[in-house]
């Protein structure tokens, strides 16, 4: 539960759909077979998408809250010491971007003191924008709160690379996750989440994040009524990692991967 008060939220919530929109207008225009692709010193793709739409949602930002903090992924970070701080991950999923995959979306996220209050997931190709702000959670401004939680072995299970080494992390047993499970995918990127809010998975898993990757999601899922965890069963802002599903069905996930503890 956030410090804000219902006015504020409500101030939040339009500025964030407005700052998607604003995005969605520099992404599109490089969507397609035509894109150019750069890399970065870490080898992960990057497009002009990426860039002009960071650009463009700090250049609003500087102007309508200039005292706020900025944390974005590809301009770095400002006055990240602010009590109002937006971590913006423009195109989130550019691997899927640049491969034509509706899954990637842009990401903004509100912080209040070092925490997320309100984030927002926006798919711009197919229309669809998330809203949380941890107490409720809209789909292009429809309360949406997932489907009810089913039992593991009727479950969709979906994360965003199913072979990364991570996904074994603090001695998870995941090899024997997706064979319990009614259904296994890699319909992950912030594309996955949307899919989960909505009501179409039941499980999403993604076992390492940067502050941009999961700052907006985790308004989202809270406010549909998910339980999250990390891998350690924490709190998944600290760990950077996320584990949602309905309660009981997120517990059965935990059991399975965690069967002596």
């Known amino acids: ?11 939040f919530i339009t500025f964030i759909a407005y700052l998607c929109d604003e995005a969605a207008k520099e992404i ?17 793709p990057v497009t002009l998408a990426d860039r002009n739409a960071e650009k463009r949602i700090r250049e609003i930002l500087a102007e309508r809250y200039p005292e706020h903090g900025i944390i974005g992924e590809e301009y770095g970070r400002e006055r990240e010491d602010a009590d109002f701080v937006w971590v913006l991950d423009p ?33 711009p190709v197919l229309k669809q924008m998330v809203i949380g702000d941890c107490e409720t959670t809209t789909l292009n401004g429809k309360l949406v709160s997932g489907r009810e ?7 969709t299970l979906c994360t965003t690379d199913p072979i990364r080494k991570t996904l074994w992390q603090n ?28 009501g179409f998975i039941d499980i999403m898993c993604d076992p390492m994040m940067e502050i941009w990757d999961c700052a907006a999601i985790l308004p989202c899922l809270e406010g549909a009524g998910f339980k999250v965890t990390g891998w350690k069963g924490g709190d998944a802002f600290d760990e950077r990692c996320i584990i949602a599903a309905k309660a009981p069905l997120h517990d059965e996930v935990m059991a399975t991967l965690y069967p002596t503890k």
Request: hydrophobic share 40%; aromatic share 8%.
């Open 1 to 11: 539960m956030s410090e804000l008060t219902r006015a504020q939220k409500d101030e």
């Open 149 to 155: 939680a089913c039992s593991l072995s009727q479950a």
């Open 28 to 44: 599109l225009p490089h969507y397609g077979p035509d894109v150019e692709i750069e890399r970065k010193s870490d080898a992960t």
């Open 91 to 123: 195109v989130d999923g550019t691997k899927s971007f640049i491969s034509g995959v509706p899954l990637f979306a842009t990401l903004i996220a509100l912080m209040y003191k070092g925490r997320p209050v309100i984030g927002a997931i926006n798919q």
């Open 171 to 198: 001695e998870a047993d995941w090899t024997a996750l997706p064979p319990k499970t009614a259904l296994y995918r890699s319909w992950g990127d912030a594309g996955g989440y949307i899919l989960l809010c909505s």
